[in-house]
């Protein structure tokens, strides 16, 4: 099995940042995709962030230029710099990764954490 847990939510006035982090663990072969999602109250969960196993990044446009993706592989982390919050970016954040462990990729997700950015 394996776990995704991810850190560095809180609470941040607009403008400021924060940083997120994700860490896998478990019996890991390889990792894939890593991604973060985010969902608001009473909405539906939305991509935010992808980053391939060779570093490639992709955002969605609502957080381009101002969120950046990184991983590193040695760590089995992925991480999330967020600048310029605005308060739209609340949310609960997730962590999601593409992770072999035996023989083909499963789709695992962490628990979430929780941005809030005050106006």
């Known amino acids: 099995q394996v776990q995704l847990v991810e850190s560095g939510g809180g609470l941040v006035q607009a403008g400021g940042s924060l940083r997120l982090s994700c860490v896998a663990s478990?019996?890991?072969?390889?990792?894939?995709?890593m991604s973060w999602y985010r969902q608001a109250p009473g909405k539906q969960r939305e991509l935010v962030a992808t980053?391939?196993?060779?570093?490639?990044?992709n955002y969605a446009d609502s957080v381009k230029g101002r969120f950046t993706i990184s991983r590193d592989n040695t760590k089995n982390t992925v991480y999330l710099q967020m600048n310029s919050l605005k308060p739209e970016d609340t949310a609960v954040y997730y962590c999601?990764?593409?992770?072999?462990?035996?023989?083909?990729?499963?789709?695992?997700w962490g628990q979430g954490t929780q941005v809030t950015v005050s106006s």
């Open positions: 999601n990764a593409w992770v072999t462990t035996a023989t083909f990729p499963l789709n695992y």
């Open positions: 980053v391939t196993s060779s570093g490639n990044p």
């Open positions: 478990g019996s890991i072969v390889s990792m894939y995709l």
